[in-house]
């Protein structure tokens, strides 16, 4: 039983689904074999129960993170995790991008938060995953991916707007323009590459379009997990906050702040404009080196 469990969780963990796979920028990533700790493995270490970390791919975003084989989790964001069907649950509602914040205790006993970006399922086939273009042009991928998520969203919002009449139908033809000449720089065909060197301590959400509309807000991420001792939580960032702005930028998703991370380097501050039991605060998050403590 334990054996269909982990192969369960693996093929999810890491195919999530064939049909997914067929698109070029994957489903979301984590890089684990995992199954389900028995009652008395559980009962013996003194925990509820949890998944086991039966292996660790090279390079995955598990590994970047510092999981090894014989790690234990024992939740995902707020939520307990003691079966595979929790874990293929949380996995399904991510993204390439996206930030998971796992409770892990180490063979040692000790406990501790691990935020990780997660990867895609297209870039786990490590046989050219060092190459320097290929890394550039899945990023790129991810990028576009969180481009098409906003695009529906605000379809979905549109078309909402127009079923309760809070908008009239555009009937108006848009006036077609000829397209200027594109301002082509050297190398400018050239996808750019979004790498992290800093981190919040805090995993987040995007808001679901109806959310943002009673918000009367474009957009929107909520924080779904703060590290203890990080930086999102010296700040006074809290589990439930709607970040609207960064750096009075507008934050649509989790996407775009991953893209306004990659610009900043450690030591730098983030001024948050965020959403609390309806009413707007300023916070200033001073970034942290990624993997460094409370990361």
Not at 87 to 105: E, F, I, T, Y
Not at 123 to 151: N, Y
Not at 165 to 193: I, L, M, N
Request: hydrophobic share 35%; aromatic share 2%.
């Amino acid at each position: 039983m334990r054996f269909a469990g982990s192969v369960f969780c693996a093929l999810m963990l890491l195919v999530m689904g064939a049909t997914a796979l067929s698109a070029q920028s994957g489903t979301a990533w984590l890089g684990v074999k995992l199954e389900v700790v028995d009652a008395p493995e559980a009962k013996k270490l003194g925990i509820d129960g949890g998944l086991k970390v039966t292996r660790v791919d090279e390079k995955s975003p598990a590994a970047d993170a510092g999981m090894v084989k014989g790690d234990i989790v024992l939740s995902a964001g707020e939520d307990t995790i003691t079966t595979i069907e929790q874990m293929r649950d949380v996995m399904a509602a991510k993204r390439p991008g996206d930030m998971l914040s796992l409770g892990v205790r180490h063979e040692n006993g000790r406990t501790e938060p691990l935020m990780i970006t997660l990867g895609s399922s297209a870039d786990k086939d490590d046989k050219f995953g060092d190459d320097a273009k290929v890394k550039e042009l899945r990023e790129r991928l991810r990028e576009l991916d969180a481009e098409r998520r906003r695009t529906q969203e605000d379809l979905e919002r549109r078309l909402e707007e127009l079923r309760g009449g809070k908008a009239d139908k555009e009937t108006e033809k848009p006036t077609v323009e000829e397209p200027a000449e594109p301002d082509v720089k050297p190398d400018s065909h050239q996808p750019e590459r979004v790498t992290l060197k800093v981190t919040m301590g805090a995993s987040f959400v995007n808001l679901e379009a109806e959310e943002s509309k009673k918000l009367e807000i474009e957009g929107g991420i909520r924080v779904t997990g703060v590290t203890r001792g990080g930086a999102a939580e010296e700040a006074g960032l809290k589990v439930d906050d709607i970040v609207v702005y960064a750096n009075s930028d507008t934050v649509t998703g989790t996407g775009e702040l991953r893209v306004l991370l990659s610009k900043h380097e450690p030591g730098d501050r983030l001024e948050l404009e965020i959403i609390r039991d309806g009413k707007r605060q300023n916070l200033t998050v001073v970034l942290r080196a990624k993997n460094a403590n409370g990361r």
